[in-house]
């Protein structure tokens, strides 16, 4: 019984009349967008809105697709491995080493004080080296030196000129690498962040108060044609309806010319595309340093092997 007054009580409080005149007016611009659409509403009985509105649209469209067309391709500063190499054949590996190593801690931690052999505890799961391509350029670089030079030699030590060159060349693809890291990280805190922040804030408020013209415009039109085929005892209430109709749109079209031009003029875009071409800029110039330093040294090493190559072909 007390759970059913709850509901009497929560029911009494509805405003019936309130929310049927809303229900009315939604399915009135329903049958008014629907008529608009297939050509049943003559064009001198569509309400035409200020052409300062229907600019200032333009622009606010053109600003929205601006920042989704840039921010489709500037997403991928969010993922690392945006140019990285043989990705899936390695993450194979990383998920062998990974199940392993949860594995033995699960056992090392689980079997003690029982008759089954216990494994030893792993100190620390394994590392999870950076995916991206100055990355994977220095390591396989080091590798190759390595190699070239045989184990346990150091390849800036040895006697064997493409082993210095590939270690000099780890070693300047080592800094790229650090300083792609950086560039990702400026990128996505000062362009990619404010860029979206804009798109789904103050453009995205923007959008709303078009759309509230748009269902106010055909509220007024829908009360329009009311009044139109109204008998004379109704003509009166179809006559107000159309007042508030008219001065709804007149507000609603206010505010969303206002929060447009707020839009229009807000200088944070301009701001983060800035901040987007800096990141770039230092990690290029940085890139280019660091590569700068290490091809004078390559090509010194590659000018005295062909000498010396040179020369042993001359005896």
Not at 25 to 35: E, I, L, N, P
Not at 164 to 187: E, F, P, S, T
Not at 258 to 280: G, R, Y
């Amino acid at each position: 019984m007390e759970g059913w007054n709850k509901i009497a009580s929560s029911l009494a409080n509805i405003n019936v009349g309130q929310a049927g005149t809303k229900f009315t007016k939604g399915f009135s611009s329903s049958v008014q967008a629907t008529r608009e659409r297939f050509g049943q509403i003559a064009p001198e009985d569509i309400t035409e809105l200020p052409q300062e509105y229907k600019d200032l649209e333009e622009r606010v469209d053109a600003l929205r697709a601006a920042h989704i067309s840039l921010l489709k391709i500037t997403k991928v500063y969010e993922s690392e491995t945006y140019d990285y190499p043989v990705q899936i054949q390695e993450s194979i590996s990383e998920l062998s080493s990974s199940i392993g190593y949860n594995i033995t801690n699960f056992a090392a931690n689980n079997l003690k004080g029982t008759n089954l052999p216990v494994p030893t505890s792993p100190t620390q799961p394994p590392a999870h080296p950076h995916k991206t391509l100055p990355h994977a350029l220095a390591r396989a670089a080091t590798a190759a030196a390595t190699v070239v030079v045989g184990p346990g030699a150091a390849p800036n030590e040895s006697g064997d000129k493409l082993g210095k060159a590939l270690a000099l060349y780890a070693n300047g693809w080592d800094r790229v690498a650090a300083g792609r890291l950086d560039q990702d990280d400026a990128i996505a805190a000062n362009f990619l962040a404010p860029w979206q922040q804009t798109l789904n804030t103050s453009i995205s408020l923007a959008m709303k108060a078009r759309q509230a013209v748009r269902v106010s415009r055909l509220e007024l039109d829908a009360a329009k044609q009311t009044l139109k085929n109204a008998n004379p005892s109704k003509q009166e209430h179809a006559r107000l309806e159309v007042e508030n109709a008219e001065d709804d749109l007149v507000q609603k079209t206010e505010v969303a010319i206002t929060l447009m031009k707020t839009v229009l003029e807000n200088p944070e875009p301009i701001k983060n595309l800035n901040e987007l071409v800096k990141a770039q800029l230092l990690f290029f110039s940085s890139a280019a340093e660091a590569l700068s330093s290490v091809q004078g040294e390559i090509e010194e090493l590659s000018v005295a092997a062909e000498g010396e190559y040179r020369k042993s072909r001359d005896h």
